[in-house]
């Protein structure tokens, strides 16, 4: 049922599919974001429109908001999403992170400070508990516990083509100590999660991979590679949070344990620069939220650079968003000054008209990555997209 392939490499880079029971999905490709199981904004005709090639859900917010039952019912997340392409569920690792360090932290997926471990500050306990066991979260004023069992169980119940390891993602602020203890403990819950797996069936055909930790720290990422790739995964996540900076060398280190004939998805990550850095080191498969969360604060992306299109000079803007778009929005000719226009008078709209255009950009993007790995000329490409560095 599932099937990856290399077809084409130039450097380190490579191209080719994942075959999955919702159809192949050609690599390297981004999963756009769907937190709640569908595109935010977007109706079911929308969701058409926007035809990404991938969608990952997630799995703490399914949970949380009590969605689990209602999705298994219906027969899973394709036939409650009507979506029936290739769906990923994260495992809600990064949770741990996000209402964790994160928050103490005062960080994301990329840090934008120096790293120092003098930053390392008290664990949250008042946000997330994590034990051996797993972890309790205090969410709107309720505890919600996911263990590695527990969250592969959701993951089935939810039906994924692709789905995750429960992890714990650490903080680049955090201690040498505090990220190598955090690293054992995920190599730990990523057997539970293969065991789970293999002995619980749920009816739906799925792809576990399991996910690397180890910080910035170059010995415990190529422990946890060299670990996570022993195991019998179907393929692998590279998780956690570092600096832009970092990104080369942590990526360089993540990778070194793991087999060139498994698909590597790089989580949280899609900024433009980010995903050519990425593509040139192996990486496959990404996810990210910023194609659907900058159209929602009105930011358009051209191959010349992004557009804010709430500024004074798209007033009397008639252009397409960018010439030769074949997104829905650009084919009905709806201008600048129109998208504007809307974002000024009927704000959603504006929005998901943002979101389709920036969703196709991303697709299209892709495949010109997938087309410069063949015709091996993808420094070039990247030259193409200077603005986004």
């Known amino acids: 049922m599932f099937e990856f392939k290399i077809k084409n490499s130039y ?6 599919f994942f075959n999955t029971p919702h159809g192949k999905l050609e690599t390297p490709n981004l999963a756009i974001v769907a937190t709640h199981g569908k595109i935010k904004l977007l109706n079911k005709t929308e969701h058409l429109r926007a035809n990404p090639d991938l969608i990952i859900a997630n799995t703490f917010h399914l949970f949380v908001n009590n969605k689990v039952k209602e999705i298994k019912g219906s027969g899973g997340l394709h036939q409650w999403s009507s979506f029936q ?10 949770q741990v992170f996000s209402l964790g ?9 990329f840090l934008k400070r120096q790293v120092s471990d003098k930053r390392n500050f008290s664990v949250p306990e008042k946000l997330v508990k994590i034990s051996e066991d ?5 969410f709107n004023g309720k505890n919600f516990e996911l263990t590695p069992e527990k969250s592969i169980k959701i993951q089935k119940d939810l039906g994924a083509d692709i789905i995750f390891t429960f992890d714990e993602c650490t903080s680049p602020f955090n201690s040498y100590a505090y990220t190598k203890k955090a690293m054992e403990r995920t190599h730990r819950w990523a057997i539970r999660c293969l065991n789970f797996f293999h002995s619980h069936s749920h009816g739906h055909s799925q792809s576990l991979f399991g996910i690397v930790q ?5 010995d415990l990422r190529k422990k946890s590679s060299k670990f996570i790739g022993s195991l019998a995964f179907n393929g692998f996540g590279i998780g956690g949070s570092f600096g832009e900076k970092q990104m080369r060398k942590v990526l360089n280190w993540s990778l070194s344990g793991l087999a060139e004939d498994k698909p590597r998805h790089l989580l949280g990550i899609g900024k433009i620069k980010d995903i050519f850095i990425a593509v040139k080191q192996g990486i496959d498969l990404f996810d990210c939220v910023v194609p659907t969360r900058e159209a929602r604060h009105a930011v358009l992306y051209t191959k010349a650079g992004k557009l804010n299109i709430e500024k004074e000079i798209f007033v009397k803007d008639k252009k397409m968003i960018e010439k030769n778009c074949q997104c829905w929005v650009c084919r009905q000719e709806i201008s600048r000054q129109e998208i504007r226009h809307y974002f000024k008078t009927e704000r959603i709209y504006g929005q998901r008209l943002a979101t389709l255009h920036n969703i196709y950009f991303f697709k299209n993007l892709f495949r010109e990555i997938r087309e410069a790995i063949i015709d091996k000329r993808l420094e070039k490409l990247e030259e193409e997209y200077y603005n986004y560095r």
Not at 85 to 94: A, E, V
Not at 101 to 109: A, D, N, P, Q, S
């Open 11 to 16: 450097k380190k880079a490579r191209s080719g």
């Open 85 to 94: 392409k290739p769906i990923m569920t994260d495992s809600g690792g990064f």
């Open 101 to 109: 360090w994160g928050k103490i932290h005062g960080i994301g997926k």
């Open 134 to 138: 797993g972890v309790i979260f205090d």
């Open 214 to 218: 180890g910080g910035i720290f170059e």
